[in-house]
């Protein structure tokens, strides 16, 4: 099993749908995916047609003592979605204590897995760090960014982030100010740029709307080929580590 994790330099630079759109991408190519939310906020059911009221997820079994792995959500043959659940902020609080107080609690959870999946993604948050360390080392961690000044502040601000291996979300080739700032991280951190830019595309914030993974809202669409493409690519980093 392969294990991924997407997680955004800022906020609103897209990763939940990214992460949706890789999963469903790699489903179709014939994997075995199953995607987790570890973020509080508990967007990316959003992406697979779940109800806006459904409270279930693995840290509302986790905090009420029921059983995480009967909270998983099958979206089809071999593709299944672990919510986080709806809390309230005092329990989101507590969640963070807890995963500091057990941090290999997912490493233990995804050995349990393995034999089940070919790919586990995990949705990451941007703060709370003992949600984010409890997943533990993954295969392919990815930081989505965008080619824009504020993303391009904080890499310079603080060198560690861009440890992760980088996918440029939202680009568009036509804006000058992207061109630059990405031929400037090409020589910066060109060894953890993924090959695939991800363009800037309506079909993807549609597909949200529609409660749908892009590939399956707009197949045809650039960002769906995009989103296929970083599945492809994934692919061969597993047989390249193999």
Known sequence: MTSVSMRGLRGGVGST???????????????????????????????????????????????????????????GSNLFLLPYGEVNEAEETAMERRLGAEPALWRRRRASLAEHFDWLLFDLPRGHPAHAASVGPCDLPIRVVEADAACHALLQRRPERSCDLMLVNRYDPLCQLQRDVLLLWKQRHGGRLLPVNVHADAAM?????????????????????DALSVAIWCLAQRARAA
């Open 17 to 75: 749908s990214l992460l949706a759109a890789v999963g469903h991408a790699l489903h179709s190519l014939g994997e075995r995916v199953l995607l987790v939310d570890v973020c509080p906020e508990n967007l990316l059911r959003l992406h697979f047609n779940l109800g806006w009221t459904e409270r279930r997820g693995w840290a509302r079994a986790t905090l009420d003592g029921w059983p995480w792995e009967e909270q998983a959500w099958s979206l």
């Open 205 to 225: 914030r549609e597909a949200l709307a529609c409660k749908a993974p892009v590939g399956h809202y707009a197949p045809a669409s650039l960002v769906a080929k």
